[in-house]
């Protein structure tokens, strides 16, 4: 996790957990709270970016219990992460596609066999609809569930994919990502795409 992207991600965290800011500013006079960021950035450095957003979802939504002191969010986002890394590689190991013709075949054209998908985060979705996409903090993905078997291994993420409200993207999303965003938004009415109030909810879909 670059600089850049530990800044993206403490935007989002702190959109879950807003007390956090009140908690900084208890600090000053008595500690420096850049300094405090700064120690934060290094224990979450080598952590990728899309783990520690899915890290801070799965705390907010209370898939695993949150610290007591708010000097323990790093730590515990950071195990969470490295969780999420590790099952990524077991899924790849276990997922390699067969080969016919020297040309990879997969059971599932959505997921490649991986269990995740990638897609625009809802709020991403509504800073489109509202015309503040591009902005600081607009450009969000996260990761959901396949509707394929090989899912089953993260039955504990809710959020499941559906092409009817969600737009897959890139983690790093291109100009092509990006396009295909705004031509859902153009497509989709409001009350149908996913939203923010949708992601918040334990159930899923």
Request: charged content about 30%; hydrophobic content about 35%.
């Amino acid at each position: 996790m670059t600089n850049d992207e530990f800044q993206r991600w403490f935007a989002h965290h702190r959109t879950c957990y807003p007390r956090i800011d009140a908690w900084l500013g208890r600090l000053k006079g008595e500690y420096d709270s850049k300094a405090v960021l700064r120690n934060w950035y290094k224990a979450l450095q080598d952590v990728d970016l899309e783990d520690a957003m899915t890290a801070t979802d799965a705390m907010f939504r209370g898939d695993f219990a949150e610290p007591r002191e708010w000097d323990q969010h790093p730590s515990t986002i950071r195990k969470s992460a490295k969780g999420f890394a590790a099952n990524r590689r077991t899924t790849t190991f276990e997922s390699k596609p067969r080969f016919i013709n020297g040309e990879p075949v997969y059971h599932c054209r959505d997921c490649l066999d991986q269990g995740l998908l990638t897609v625009w985060h809802p709020q991403s979705i509504k800073a489109m609809r509202d015309g503040t996409f591009g902005g600081t903090f607009t450009e969000y993905t996260c990761a959901v569930r396949c509707t394929c078997d090989a899912a089953n291994k993260y039955r504990w993420i809710p959020h499941v994919f559906d092409d009817r409200k969600m737009v897959p993207s890139a983690y790093r999303p291109s100009d092509e990502d990006r396009q295909a965003l705004a031509d859902f938004v153009n497509a989709v009415p409001a009350v149908q795409a996913w939203n923010p109030a949708d992601f918040n909810q334990d159930e899923g879909f």
